[in-house]
């Protein structure tokens, strides 16, 4: 590569088919405060919080706003179906089988029976790759191609979320591709343990970028209305830093 890849997620792009489904039922259902931002914060903050925007941009409540701005305008020409609305593919995050048939999805079943998931339709799962870059974690867009290595491995490459082609990468199955990761709801944060890996957020005054880390210390605290406040003590794998960190920056490694 000419240059590295930039060290954040890529901005929002879109909502997912489930954030749809979920504004589009309190559209018809009620339309008197769903442009308030006191209601699209609080919509906002479930989004972002919920396991099927795990590895996506968090979604920010003028986004959300604009959403339901956007859809009473198009209800004042025509009243769209649901089904309508998901014509546009464009929006909706999607991750692309390899292109060359049976044997590919082989490949792929291989990595779910790794990740441990019981799926049957392969086009549903989420993955994330380990880029060689970098050495951190991104969300797959599309695995291209497939190879065996010299020693025997099995390699993909991948298209990162919100890269071009310029960016693609050959990554080994076994040791840098996997499910999705989650974010740790409030009510989990019990699953955390030490000694446990974790994807934790490295944020940084310029970049913010997902790597694995292992937890060395735990604080429990009594929650209150803003949910956990328990405090993370943790060490970054690939550079051995440490830091204590909040559990909205941790997310559940699948395999």
Known sequence: MDRLRPRQRPVFSGFTKAEIEKMEKL?????????????????ARNFSS?????GKPIVKW????????TRQQESKVKVPSVTNT?????????????????????????????VGEKVLDLSELEFEAKSSTDGA?????????????SSGETEVCV????????????VNVKKAVRGRSIPF????????MVGGLVLCLQERRDQSIYYDAH?????????????????????????????????????????
Not at 86 to 114: F, H, M, W
Not at 159 to 170: I, K, P, T
């Open 27 to 43: 559209f018809m259902e009620s339309r008197e405060l769903l442009q308030s931002k006191e209601f699209c914060q609080k919509l």
């Open 62 to 69: 003028n986004e959300v706003q604009n959403w339901f701005t």
């Open 86 to 114: 998901y014509k546009d593919e464009s929006r909706l995050p999607q991750t692309c089988l390899l292109n060359d048939g049976d044997q590919s999805c082989q490949i792929l079943k291989g990595v779910v029976a790794k």
């Open 137 to 149: 974690w991104y969300d797959v867009d599309m695995f291209l191609s497939h190879r065996v290595s």
């Open 215 to 255: 937890v060395l210390e735990i604080e429990r605290k009594t929650h209150d209305i803003r949910g956990c406040r328990c405090l993370f003590f943790i060490r970054y794998d690939h550079d051995s830093s440490e830091e204590t960190v909040r559990l909205r920056r941790l997310c559940r490694v699948l395999g």
């Open 159 to 170: 298209r990162f979320v919100g890269f071009g082609a310029e960016e693609d990468e050959w």
């Open 50 to 54: 919920s396991s099927g925007r795990a």
């Open 185 to 192: 709801e409030h009510s989990k944060c019990c699953k955390v």
